[in-house]
């Protein structure tokens, strides 16, 4: 009785043990199916990798004949190769006289400047002479009024003996012929100390007419060698512009028919060069599926024909630019190339297919975003898309 008893219970836990993990597993199910983060994908309708290339246009800078010429169709260049050159000999000639007057202007102005500087020190010389000359005359001027006075006094005194017939009558001349003399004298130094003040007035006002002269000279000259300089400066710059370089390293793209000895007119087309640049991914995407949801900043993968990408891997990339209008009833995409698969050369031309990352969402979101287009194609009148726009991907952190 027991044995079948413990028998029984073992077949009815088993049966309960049966009905316990489909229920974990849809609870595991439901769980993913709502919190899990899944990355959508738009994919693009073509893609290639291309070079993303600048084109110079070489013009003629000025009108002149042509008289060396390097342009070759497709041949390489590099940044500053001279491509042709202009006539130039009229502009050398030019270039040469500006050249020799500049040159010399240097002399000219050296020896204006000496003479102003020793007519400066000249002048604070004669200033000083004329201090020095100015006091000697004021010295004798005072020496020769004190001998007035006392010749004035004695004169005086005498006159007075004189009136009283105590002195004689020669020695009264005497002193009155002396005291002419001091007078006489006294005039003469007084108009000799006029005279050094005149002559020191003239001889300075003299030399600072000199000197304002020199400097006005000296500004002629400096204005002349700035001018020559200024000539100098541009008549090269004009040499220079009729040898013209090669604006960038890269391709002559585009040549004109010109030979040496056509004379060509400034802004005629002589060539074209196209200078190389970054490759890039130009992806073309579908409006629909393009407009609003893929902008820059965005990462995205590429699919390269001929290289599987279970074997060599796919090129990650970053969505540069993305075009505002369709052209041809599609959208250009652009991507920077961030990292290539090993074994893949990163070459113009290849083509593939490019996905973009457009946005995160749960599994339960993108049922029920399906669902709202099932329903709504039918009552718009439109069929079902053959297939979904985005492409659906678990992302790292899903479950």
Known sequence: ????????????????????????????????????????????????????????????PVE????????????????????????????????????ALLKGQGPQLEAARAELEAEQSALQAQQERGTASADEARARLSEAEALARRALEEKTRTEQLWARQLVSESEWNQVRTELERVQAAEQAARAALARVKTDGTMQSTERRVRIAAL???????????????????????????????????????????????TQVKAGDRIATVVAGGDVRIVGQFSPATALGRVRAGQKARMKLEGFAWTEFG????????????????????????????????????????????????????????????????PARGRPLPSRAPGTLELSRGGG
């Open 215 to 261: 400097r006005r000279d000296i500004a002629q000259l400096e204005s002349a060698e700035n001018v020559a300089r200024a000539t100098v400066e541009r008549l090269r710059e004009e040499l220079e512009r009729r040898v013209v370089r090669a604006p960038a390293d890269g391709l002559l793209g585009e040549t004109s028919s010109v030979r040496v000895g």
């Open 314 to 377: 796919l090129a990650q990339a970053t969505v540069v630019a993305v075009a505002s209008e369709a052209r041809d009833g599609l959208v250009r995409v652009e991507l920077s190339v961030d990292e290539m698969p090993p074994g893949v050369p990163m070459e113009h031309g290849l083509q593939g297919t490019v996905d973009v990352a457009v946005e995160e969402a749960t599994p339960l979101r993108l049922v029920l975003r399906a669902l709202g287009r099932g329903i709504g194609g």
């Open 64 to 99: 002149g004949r042509l008289v060396k010429t390097h342009v070759e169709l497709h041949r390489k260049v590099s940044a500053g190769e001279v491509l042709f050159e202009l006539a130039q000999e009229q502009e050398a000639r030019q270039l040469a006289e500006a050249e």
């Open 1 to 60: 009785m027991f044995p079948r008893t413990v028998r029984a219970l073992v077949r009815g836990q088993g049966r309960s043990a049966v009905w316990l993990l489909p229920v974990g597993l849809f609870a595991v199910w439901g769980v993913w199916f709502v919190q899990a983060r899944i990355t959508v994908y738009e994919p693009s309708v073509q893609a290639r990798l291309e070079v993303h290339r600048e084109v110079y246009a070489v013009d003629s």
